[in-house]
């Protein structure tokens, strides 16, 4: 599966950001996780989860638990536990019937971070590793195909009530992240657009 579609590249020709999108899959995407990316991941205490039924329609929830609730039990292996819930089960729902999943796990505060991970997933009711995570009811085990970080620029900082320096304001210029003057990255960054 193609990390870019038709849709991301009339985008990316419109806004002319096509070489940037090609030197951030190049650079930062990935179909494995690393061992930066176990140790983020396995830090969180909570995640959004995208599905979407049969005919494509999304949704998205929040899901949360103590630190370490989701695992990484191999580069190409997420596991992460479905706790009691208000019974509608429109994630696992979804995932009976659609397998591609989205998942995000944000980083607030001071250092803001984000990583996506989008794969196919699967349900299981009698897993093995089920009696060792207390209060799952069943685990969803998540093949990643597309592992890639993403700007944390627009983060707010919750903790301190202060919103992200980067939110664009009336009568200001926008601040650019320090990504983009990176070596890797500068020569393909398009000019912007007012």
């Given amino acids: 599966m193609p990390f870019y579609h038709d849709g991301h590249r009339a985008l990316q020709a419109?806004?002319?950001?096509?070489?940037?999108?090609?030197r951030l899959e190049q650079v930062t995407h990935r179909t494995r996780l690393t061992g930066d990316d176990k140790a983020f991941v396995e830090s969180m205490s909570f995640f959004f989860l995208a599905t979407a039924d049969a005919q494509g329609r999304p949704d998205c929830s929040y899901k949360g638990g103590a630190p370490g609730f989701v695992r990484v039990l191999a580069p190409d292996l997420i596991v992460f536990p479905d706790y009691d819930g208000n019974g509608m089960f429109?994630?696992?729902?979804?995932?009976?019937?659609n397998a591609g999943v989205g998942l995000l796990f944000v980083k607030m505060g001071e250092a803001p971070k984000r990583l996506r991970i989008n794969g196919r997933a699967t349900v299981s009711f009698d897993d093995p590793l089920l009696e060792s995570v207390p209060g799952a009811q069943a685990l969803v085990r998540v093949t990643p195909e597309h592992v890639f970080p993403n700007c944390p620029r627009y983060i707010h900082d919750l903790e301190h009530a202060k919103p992200s320096p980067y939110t664009p304001a009336a009568g200001e210029t926008p601040r650019e992240p320090a990504w983009k003057?990176?070596?890797?990255?500068?020569d393909v960054v398009p000019p912007r657009k007012r």
């Fill in 90 to 97: 429109r994630s696992l729902g979804n995932i009976a019937v």
């Fill in 181 to 186: 003057s990176f070596d890797v990255f500068k």
């Fill in 14 to 22: 419109r806004f002319g950001s096509t070489p940037l999108a090609e």
